[in-house]
């Protein structure tokens, strides 16, 4: 390295402890131990992952190109964050030049407060919400709120979950966990103006919403929103959505914000190519999403008058400064780990405590927020919430190799925390694993075990911490002999000989 | 070909019976199986826990006994032990180890194959004179399906043994929650994965539910056994190795 040294190396700054949503309250186990009793959220869960799953395969096969596509987007993103300085530096200076007002934002505790005083400034106590991951991810609702501004969300499933005071449980569906008579009792109970004849038919409770939103889109100047992409090049702004109410809050009010992770970036124009086709496949298992827009800058007289671009790190330069972290900041939010990951159908997203639920949050959360903040951060307990069976890995549209993540994320946690019960059996079963005749000598000890299998030879009950495996699982008590035993005795040789007659049999 | 044999220290002490098919397997369709008596453990349990320095000595160990020239082939009746073998030994080799240490992985690793791999990829064989008159479902485990990719070779290898009754198993390629130390960090997210494994195990009528790994084996039969479901588990070596003198010793059925 030729650069001089100037002084100790600052680590960029991970999100703030206590501001959004990027931490629970309690351990994964302890969330999805409440979580796996919700009988009616299992059938709901797993009756929606189904179908979703479903319509991804079927749409993903489709595409001869599929592979190339993950390819394609893979690199793309790779491309993005290894150059991520450059880029975001030309796209501040392509938003300032169309007429954009760009605001950089370290943390969560900035972002907000930036958003709030722009909001102020428009004497607004309103504002329109497009569903966004960042604002929900910076805690951004409870914040205005504590200023006196009420948030309005306009994505209805967003709605649901703002209307009965719930947490989202998913990236793009976050009230898949309700079905559609609590959705009902939900805005009966909270929708101001709603018809008290009001049935659990879809088609009837998505027209009470329509009817509540627009009544809001026609009267509300200020507007919020997130993004899916931002192009360096043009300064080009994209979010995707189904309903059409995120466009309407882009194009209707005097003033528009938007909050975007720096991590959002695309080099050009073309390359939204690639991701056009991948998100919505990957994600609703549509070949297109219905709504795509698009805006850069301001424009008199179309769309609105003041556009303001909020770039937020929270965490996410950390997460760069990871050389193999870092590859969870490809992902484009399309939740497709979500739908395959088994821990997720039976948990739920609310026991990851964090606004990135299932496999990518497991991965994500952890790098954004830390997981040493506290004795038993909760976020420590996120990279062990997968059985690691890869099914993420396979559908993940820009081919993050999420198990490795997790193995890594695992390996940096035990690296913090040393000295616990957990390290010492590691650390003894390493060694009596690390020869063949300390590994025979630990064999004959558990052979011991042969005493606790009953007349059945199977074992079912032992002491913690393997009761949690007796709790609903027999084991078998070891047999008499083990293999290496076996195979030098008499019987082994016999065996294999006898085999060797069969081969030569078959060869004569 | 020398082929050694890979008991994995799951397979060695507490599932004796899929090593011992495996051996006998391979010498019967002509392959010069060894044991080489210094291997131990592949180390995947401290890997996947995060205990990654406390993998480097196993990963010694191994490269110690099966790097060697004069081994073809190693073969390992466990998809996830091979699986951590060829993807995870370099990255703790990556991280710890020296030039030497990450050849000899490199080549240990090039080497060695799960049975269905080495069976059908290696050996070219589909049929291996196998007889198991028994209604069996198949279960293709995580590892060898999305780590290894072994495709349906397991299935094309037990299409071919006589007087079995094959059925599909519903929903095969989901998690059956076993996941190593996953088991017991998340035993309740990991019961609920088995309950659902199991009902589509009971729901296929089967004797036996099969698979190419003892863990996975361990953990659904011992959900299996501990409801009382009468539907038992069997290693895809053990229906390989079963001929007309039918292979599971008598120490077994005794066991
Ligand atoms: S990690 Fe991949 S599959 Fe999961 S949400 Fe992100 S892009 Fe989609």
């Given at each position: 390295?030729?650069?001089?040294?100037?002084?100790?190396?600052?680590p960029p700054?991970?999100?703030?402890y206590?501001?959004g949503?990027l931490?629970?309250?309690?351990?994964?186990?302890?969330?999805?131990?409440t979580?796996l009793?919700?009988?009616?959220?299992?059938?709901?869960?797993?009756?929606?992952t189904?179908?979703?799953?479903?319509k991804?395969?079927?749409?993903?096969d489709?595409?001869?190109?599929?592979?190339?596509?993950?390819?394609?987007?893979s690199?793309l993103?790779?491309?993005v964050?290894?150059?991520?300085?450059?880029?975001?530096?030309?796209?501040?200076?392509?938003?300032?030049?169309r007429g954009?007002?760009v605001?950089?934002?370290?943390d969560?505790d900035e972002a907000?407060?930036?958003v709030?005083r722009?909001?102020a400034?428009k004497?607004?106590?309103?504002?329109l919400?497009?569903k966004?991951?960042?604002?929900?991810e910076?805690?951004l609702?409870e914040?205005?709120?504590?200023?006196?501004i009420s948030?309005?969300?306009?994505?209805?499933?967003e709605?649901?979950?703002q209307l009965?005071?719930?947490r989202p449980?998913?990236?793009?569906?976050?009230?898949?966990h309700?079905?559609r008579?609590?959705i009902?009792d939900?805005?009966l109970?909270?929708m101001?103006?709603?018809?008290?004849n009001?049935d659990?038919?879809?088609?009837?409770l998505a027209?009470?919403?329509?009817?509540?939103l627009r009544?809001k889109?026609?009267?509300?100047?200020?507007?919020i929103?997130?993004?899916?992409f931002g192009?360096?090049d043009?300064?080009?702004l994209?979010?995707?959505?189904?309903?059409?109410?995120?466009?309407?809050?882009l194009?209707?009010?005097?003033?528009l914000i938007?909050?975007m992770?720096?991590?959002?970036l695309v080099?050009?124009?073309t390359?939204?190519?690639?991701f056009?086709?991948l998100l919505?496949?990957?994600?609703t298992?549509?070949?297109?999403n219905?709504?795509?827009s698009?805006?850069t800058?301001?424009t008199e007289?179309?769309?609105p008058?003041?556009f303001?671009?909020?770039?937020?790190d929270?965490g996410?330069?950390?997460?760069?400064a990871?050389g193999?972290?870092?590859e969870?900041l490809q992902c484009i939010?399309?939740?497709?780990?979500?739908n395959v990951?088994p821990?997720?159908?039976?948990?739920g997203?609310k026991?990851y405590?964090s606004?990135y639920?299932?496999?990518?949050?497991a991965?994500?959360t952890p790098q954004?927020a830390?997981?040493?903040?506290s004795?038993?951060d909760?976020?420590?307990?996120l990279?062990?919430?997968s059985?690691?069976?890869?099914a993420?890995?396979?559908?993940?549209?820009?081919k993050?190799?999420?198990?490795?993540?997790?193995?890594e994320?695992?390996h940096?946690?035990?690296?913090q925390?040393?000295?616990?019960a957990?390290?010492?059996?590691m650390?003894?079963s390493?060694l009596?694993?690390?020869?063949?005749?300390?590994?025979t000598?630990?064999?004959?000890?558990s052979?011991?075990g042969?005493v606790?299998?009953g007349a059945?030879g199977?074992?079912?009950?032992l002491?913690p911490p393997l009761n949690?495996?007796t709790?609903?699982?027999?084991?078998?008590a070891?047999?008499?002999?083990t293999?290496?035993e076996?195979?030098?005795?008499?019987?082994?040789?016999?065996?294999?000989?006898?085999?060797?007659?069969e081969?030569?049999?078959?060869?004569s | 070909?020398?082929?050694?044999?890979?008991?994995?220290?799951?397979?060695d002490?507490?599932?004796p019976e899929?090593?011992?098919?495996t051996?006998v397997?391979?010498?019967?369709?002509g392959?010069?199986?060894?044991?080489?008596?210094g291997?131990t453990?592949?180390?995947?349990?401290?890997v996947?826990?995060?205990?990654?320095?406390?993998a480097?000595?196993?990963?010694?160990?191994y490269?110690a006994d099966f790097?060697?020239?004069s081994?073809?082939?190693?073969?390992?009746p466990?998809g996830?032990c091979?699986?951590?073998?060829?993807h995870?030994?370099?990255?703790v080799?990556e991280?710890?180890?020296?030039r030497?240490?990450?050849?000899r992985?490199?080549r240990a690793?090039a080497?060695?194959y799960e049975?269905?791999?080495?069976?059908?990829?290696?050996?070219?064989?589909?049929?291996?004179?196998?007889?198991?008159?028994h209604?069996?479902?198949y279960?293709?485990?995580?590892?060898?399906?999305?780590m290894l990719?072994?495709?349906?070779?397991p299935?094309?290898?037990?299409?071919?043994v006589r007087?079995?009754?094959?059925?599909e198993l519903?929903?095969?390629?989901?998690?059956?929650?076993?996941?190593g130390?996953?088991?017991?960090k998340n035993?309740?997210?990991?019961t609920?994965?088995?309950?659902?494994k199991?009902?589509?195990v009971t729901?296929t009528?089967?004797?036996f539910c099969?698979?190419?790994?003892?863990?996975?084996?361990?953990?659904?039969?011992?959900?299996?056994s501990?409801?009382?479901t009468?539907?038992?588990?069997v290693?895809?070596?053990?229906?390989?190795a079963?001929?007309?003198?039918?292979f599971r010793?008598?120490?077994?059925?005794?066991?």
């Amino acid at each position: 390295m030729s650069s001089a040294f100037l002084g100790f190396p600052t680590p960029p700054p991970r999100a703030p402890y206590a501001t959004g949503h990027l931490r629970g309250d309690q351990s994964f186990p302890e969330a999805a131990h409440t979580a796996l009793d919700d009988t009616q959220q299992r059938r709901n869960l797993g009756k929606a992952t189904a179908t979703i799953r479903g319509k991804r395969d079927q749409v993903a096969d489709e595409l001869p190109d599929w592979e190339e596509l993950r390819s394609a987007g893979s690199a793309l993103k790779a491309d993005v964050l290894a150059r991520l300085p450059e880029l975001l530096e030309r796209f501040e200076r392509e938003v300032t030049e169309r007429g954009g007002v760009v605001h950089w934002a370290r943390d969560a505790d900035e972002a907000n407060e930036i958003v709030t005083r722009l909001v102020a400034d428009k004497d607004s106590d309103e504002v329109l919400k497009v569903k966004s991951m960042a604002t929900q991810e910076i805690g951004l609702n409870e914040h205005l709120g504590s200023a006196g501004i009420s948030p309005v969300e306009t994505d209805l499933a967003e709605l649901i979950v703002q209307l009965g005071a719930d947490r989202p449980s998913h990236i793009l569906v976050p009230a898949i966990h309700r079905n559609r008579a609590e959705i009902r009792d939900i805005f009966l109970r909270e929708m101001p103006g709603v018809d008290p004849n009001l049935d659990d038919d879809p088609v009837r409770l998505a027209e009470e919403a329509r009817k509540y939103l627009r009544s809001k889109f026609m009267s509300t100047r200020v507007a919020i929103s997130g993004a899916n992409f931002g192009v360096a090049d043009t300064g080009t702004l994209s979010v995707v959505e189904s309903e059409g109410n995120g466009r309407m809050c882009l194009t209707m009010p005097e003033t528009l914000i938007t909050v975007m992770g720096i991590e959002k970036l695309v080099p050009s124009f073309t390359d939204l190519e690639v991701f056009l086709q991948l998100l919505p496949r990957s994600s609703t298992g549509e070949r297109m999403n219905p709504y795509t827009s698009m805006w850069t800058g301001v424009t008199e007289g179309d769309g609105p008058e003041e556009f303001h671009l909020v770039l937020l790190d929270n965490g996410r330069s950390a997460t760069l400064a990871d050389g193999v972290g870092r590859e969870a900041l490809q992902c484009i939010r399309c939740s497709a780990c979500l739908n395959v990951c088994p821990v997720y159908e039976r948990t739920g997203g609310k026991a990851y405590g964090s606004t990135y639920p299932g496999p990518i949050g497991a991965v994500l959360t952890p790098q954004l927020a830390g997981m040493h903040e506290s004795r038993d951060d909760p976020n420590a307990s996120l990279p062990y919430a997968s059985s690691l069976c890869g099914a993420c890995y396979d559908v993940c549209p820009v081919k993050i190799d999420i198990p490795s993540l997790l193995v890594e994320l695992r390996h940096q946690h035990v690296e913090q925390s040393r000295y616990t019960a957990e390290a010492a059996m590691m650390r003894a079963s390493s060694l009596a694993m690390s020869s063949a005749k300390r590994f025979t000598k630990a064999q004959r000890a558990s052979r011991l075990g042969r005493v606790l299998g009953g007349a059945d030879g199977r074992i079912s009950a032992l002491p913690p911490p393997l009761n949690a495996w007796t709790s609903a699982r027999d084991l078998p008590a070891p047999p008499k002999r083990t293999f290496r035993e076996w195979w030098d005795s008499e019987d082994g040789r016999e065996a294999v000989r006898a085999a060797r007659r069969e081969a030569e049999r078959g060869e004569s | 070909m020398r082929v050694a044999l890979f008991a994995t220290c799951l397979g060695d002490t507490l599932f004796p019976e899929a090593v011992k098919a495996t051996a006998v397997l391979l010498t019967r369709l002509g392959q010069e199986v060894v044991f080489p008596p210094g291997q131990t453990c592949c180390g995947q349990m401290h890997v996947n826990t995060g205990y990654q320095a406390d993998a480097l000595p196993l990963v010694r160990n191994y490269t110690a006994d099966f790097a060697d020239e004069s081994i073809d082939a190693v073969v390992a009746p466990s998809g996830s032990c091979v699986g951590s073998i060829r993807h995870q030994h370099e990255i703790v080799a990556e991280r710890y180890g020296d030039r030497s240490l990450r050849e000899r992985v490199e080549r240990a690793g090039a080497k060695t194959y799960e049975l269905s791999e080495f069976l059908v990829d290696v050996l070219g064989v589909t049929d291996v004179g196998a007889r198991f008159p028994h209604r069996v479902t198949y279960h293709p485990t995580c590892h060898s399906l999305r780590m290894l990719r072994v495709g349906d070779k397991p299935l094309r290898l037990l299409e071919q043994v006589r007087e079995i009754d094959l059925v599909e198993l519903p929903r095969a390629e989901e998690c059956c929650g076993f996941g190593g130390t996953f088991a017991l960090k998340n035993s309740e997210t990991s019961t609920a994965m088995l309950s659902d494994k199991m009902r589509a195990v009971t729901t296929t009528g089967a004797e036996f539910c099969s698979a190419g790994d003892s863990s996975c084996l361990m953990h659904i039969g011992g959900g299996l056994s501990r409801l009382r479901t009468g539907t038992g588990t069997v290693h895809l070596a053990e229906i390989l190795a079963s001929t007309e003198q039918r292979f599971r010793s008598e120490e077994e059925v005794s066991a």
